[in-house]
């Protein structure tokens, strides 16, 4: 799984083949297609192991005892960190499946992806209910816009001066807004 893992996290779901999957596993078509029904049965296996190994602690960053633009920031200071890691994987699988071209495999990350924005919309609620739907857009889409930076060679501390940035400007809307 960790190599199927890294095959499409470094070229994406599109540009990955069921022979290069198969070579890149050390087994036979007949085996792969028993195994994990189609290449999107994979993909969705994969998905789930990303989000145990790579994924970002959401539930942990954002506790009930930190202050809301705080833990905001240390999620993105978490993303950018993660997203930067390994230079030929960068940027988040799970995002950057979004723009995929199959079906399957598209629906699979908006899943985890909606999940993910529910996590961060409720635990701004909890506490600035009028902001919540408004800087959850503001935070996923830094996110994206992270995750493509890091696709495109941007390195930890690049994207670590996005998160500042980003995190000056939550703290700055939520204390205007308070």
Do not use: W
């Not at 701004?124 to 503001?138: G, L, Q």
């Not at 501390?157 to 998160?163: I, Q, S, Y």
Request: glycine share 6%; proline share 2%.
């Amino acid at each position: 799984m960790a190599r199927a893992q890294h095959l499409f996290h470094a070229r994406g779901y599109d540009a990955v083949s069921v022979a290069e999957v198969t070579d890149s596993l050390g087994i036979k078509a007949p085996s792969f297609y028993a195994a994990f029904g189609n290449k999107g049965g994979l993909y969705r296996r994969v998905l789930d192991r990303y989000t145990t190994t790579r994924g970002i602690p959401f539930d942990v960053i954002l506790s009930s005892d930190r202050p809301v633009a705080e833990a905001l920031e240390a999620l993105l200071e978490e993303a950018a960190h993660r997203y930067a890691e390994d230079a030929e994987a960068a940027g988040c699988l799970v995002l950057e499946s979004l723009r995929c071209n199959d079906q399957e495999a598209r629906e699979a990350a908006y899943a985890l992806h909606r999940a993910a924005e529910e996590m961060i919309r409720d635990y701004i609620a909890a506490r600035h209910p009028k902001e919540a739907e408004r800087v959850t857009d503001f935070v996923s889409t830094v996110m994206a816009g992270m995750s493509a930076k890091a696709r495109e060679g941007y390195g930890t501390e690049r994207l670590l001066a996005v998160a500042a940035l980003a995190g000056a400007a939550i703290a700055r809307d939520l204390h205007a807004e308070a």
